[in-house]
């Protein structure tokens, strides 16, 4: 159904700021369309995540993708979690590692890019201190070296801003295997960018 996600925006139900998203889901099994109101809140974060990934070009789709997914489960979403957001960032990081050829061309393109032009993706804006026009390449060259499940975790981390619980919950893995899986990342990611800290984490690696 996706009268919730596309349908038009006048006469949808009055949601309450202050309702959690649980309180959403929950109301949205009698009354689907306060789905929507999901939808408001997350998909410019949504959107803007995939966009690093992936590029614009997909972003739009997958995202629509993400919440048509999880209109059709929330029937199984639990109510005791009131952030929906590690749900919702689980659903679209199983999307993206489909399109891995994608990800995969955009990391060589940004490798071929020239430092000084600006192109929007992996390198950009990843850490605070460093250059993104100087760090791209690198960058790329260091994300594309990285195994799907490790860059899941660095990238739900730097570019999702979410807590290494909320990623546990995201790819329903233990948090230690989170943690795991970021140290080793951010080892590999350092080593490429000359021991440049890729991730503006106060944590120790």
């Given at each position: 159904m996706t009268a919730p996600l596309t349908g038009a925006r006048t006469g949808l139900p009055v949601v309450s700021a202050t309702a959690t998203d649980a309180d959403l889901i929950e109301r949205s099994l009698s009354d689907p369309e306060v789905f929507a109101a999901l939808f408001d809140r997350y998909s410019g974060m949504l959107y803007r995540y995939?966009?690093?990934?992936?590029?614009?070009?997909?972003?739009?789709?997958?995202?629509?993708?993400?919440?048509?997914?999880?209109f059709s489960r929330r029937d199984r979403y639990d109510l005791g979690r009131p952030d929906a957001r590690p749900w919702l960032f689980g659903i679209v990081t199983k999307l993206v590692s489909r399109h891995h050829r994608t990800e995969a061309a955009r990391y060589r393109a940004l490798l071929r890019s020239p430092v000084d032009g600006h192109v929007e993706g992996p390198a950009d804006r990843v850490a605070s201190g460093v250059t993104a026009s100087a760090s791209r390449p690198l960058l790329a060259e260091a994300l594309a070296g990285l195994p799907r499940r490790d860059r899941d975790v660095l990238l739900l981390v730097a570019w999702g801003?979410?807590?290494?619980?909320?990623?546990?919950?995201?790819?329903g893995i233990p948090v230690g295997t989170v943690r795991s899986r970021l140290n080793r990342a951010r080892r590999k990611v350092r080593a490429v960018l000359g021991d440049t800290n890729p991730m503006n984490d106060n944590e120790e690696a």
């Open positions: 995939v966009s690093k990934r992936l590029g614009s070009e997909v972003a739009e789709d997958l995202v629509g993708e993400t919440f048509l997914v999880a801003d979410l807590a290494y619980e909320e990623v546990a919950q995201a790819l």
